[in-house]
C-alpha cells in the first residue's frame, strides 16, 4: 500500500519558517523563484518542508504560481508541513496560511505533479472575482490533508476551497468548511474528503466528471452534492440531504456526528452511518493510497471509514491506572 502523501525521488529538503529560526526559506516565492529548474535531468524533487514557527503566515498577493519546473511523475516539486507541524485535521494546530484582501489563489499548483500536503489556508477577503484557496490546474497535480476555509465579503463568483482544473488532478483526505461558495469543485479525483457547512454545494462538480468516493458532505447551504458531471465509478458517498451520486453505493439524509462541528472539530465519532461504511482505495486504480488525514493507516483488507479522517477509539485508562484511582 502507499501513502496519500506521495514522495519525490531524490528530495531535495529545505526548510520555510520565521525569521530568527535558521530556515532556509522566509518567503515562498523565493523558494519557488530557486527550485523553477528541469527537476528530471537534475533528477531532484524540490521540496519546501513548512514550520510552526509563528501562529500564522501571510500568503504572497495576486496569483501565486508553483509553474515552470520540468517535472515528472517520479521528480517534482512538493510544498508540505514538517514533523510537527501538522495540523491533523484541527484547525489552527499546524503551519497555517493566511490571506486577506487582494489574495488571489494563493496556492495554485500549474505543473504538471505539484503538490501540497498537510497544510491549513484561511482566507478573509474582499474579493469580485474567481478565488479558491488551493487551485490544481495541471495534470496530476495533488492536495492532501489540506485544511481550507473562505470567508468573503465582496462580491466574488466562485469563492471555494479547493478547485480541480483537470481530470488526473487529485484531492484526497481533504477538508473544506464553511467557504462562502463551493467546498470542491472542478473536475479531478476527490476521495474521502470531509466539506461542511458551505454556502454553494458540498462538492461541484463542472463541465466534466468528478469521481467521487468515500467523501462526506453535510449542512451545505445549496445542497451537498451538485446533481450532474459524475463519473459513474463514483461511490460510497453520503449526503446529509438527499443529492448523493447515485452510483454505486451512496447514502443520503444522514446526520454525521462529527467530535465538535462547532469548534470545527469534523473528526467522526463512533457513527454507524460513517464507521466502515466506505471501500477500499489501498488498491484502487486511479489513486491508491492507505491513510487518513492524521495520518492513521486505515484497515487493510476491510470497509474503510467515510469522510478525511478514519475513526480511532479513545483510549480507556490502563490496569496500573484504573487502580491508582484506588
Known amino acids: 500500500m502507499a501513502s496519500s502523501r506521495r514522495p519525490g525521488t531524490n528530495e531535495d529538503v529545505k526548510t520555510f519558517g520565521d525569521t530568527g529560526f535558521g530556515r532556509d526559506y522566509t518567503s515562498l516565492v523565493t523558494w519557488e523563484d530557486a527550485t523553477t529548474i528541469d527537476c528530471v535531468t537534475g ?25 515552470g519546473a520540468n517535472t515528472s511523475s517520479s521528480y517534482f516539486r512538493i510544498i508540505r508541513a514538517a514533523s510537527g507541524a501538522r495540523h491533523g485535521g484541527s484547525p489552527g494546530t499546524g503551519i497555517k496560511f493566511i490571506g486577506s484582501t487582494g489574495d488571489h489563489v494563493p496556492f495554485l499548483m500549474v505543473e504538471p505533479y505539484a ?26 497535480t495533488r492536495a492532501v490533508a489540506c485544511l481550507v476555509k473562505i470567508t468573503d465579503v465582496g462580491t466574488g463568483y466562485d469563492v471555494s ?38 454556502g454553494g454545494a458540498g462538492f461541484y462538480p463542472s463541465t466534466a466528471s468528478m469521481l467521487g468516493k468515500n467523501n462526506i458532505a453535510t449542512g451545505n447551504s445549496s445542497y ?52 466502515e461504511q466506505g471501500t477500499s482505495l489501498a ?44
Open 43 to 67: 533528477t531532484t524533487s524540490p521540496v519546501l518542508e513548512c514550520y510552526r514557527d509563528a501562529t500564522s503566515y501571510a500568503l504572497p498577493t495576486s496569483y501565486w504560481e508553483i509553474n
Open 224 to 275: 451537498d452534492y451538485a446533481a450532474t458531471n459524475w463519473d459513474t465509478n463514483s461511490t460510497h458517498n453520503l449526503a446529509s440531504d438527499a443529492t448523493a451520486p447515485e452510483y454505486g453505493t451512496y447514502y443520503d439524509s444522514k446526520t454525521v456526528a462529527y467530535v465538535d462541528a462547532g469548534n470545527d472539530d469534523y473528526r467522526i465519532t463512533n457513527d454507524a452511518d460513517v464507521v
Open 161 to 198: 476551497g479547493i478547485k480541480l482544473g483537470e481530470t488526473s488532478c487529485v484531492a484526497v483526505n481533504c477538508i473544506a468548511y464553511e467557504c462562502e461558495h463551493h467546498g470542491f469543485t472542478g473536475k479531478g479525483i476527490v476521495y474521502n474528503c470531509t466539506s461542511v457547512g458551505n
Open 283 to 326: 488498491a484502487d486504480g486511479t489513486f491508491a493510497f492507505d491513510d487518513d488525514i492524521a495520518f492513521t493507516t486505515r484497515p487493510s483488507g476491510s470497509a474503510w471509514d467515510l469522510g478525511a479522517f478514519e475513526y480511532v477509539a479513545a483510549e480507556g485508562p490502563t490496569l496500573a491506572q484504573f487502580w491508582s484511582r484506588w
Open 115 to 140: 503538490s501540497i500536503y498537510d497544510i491549513e489556508v484561511l482566507l478573509e477577503t474582499n474579493t469580485t472575482g474567481e478565488f479558491m484557496a488551493i487551485k490544481l490546474f495541471g495534470a496530476n
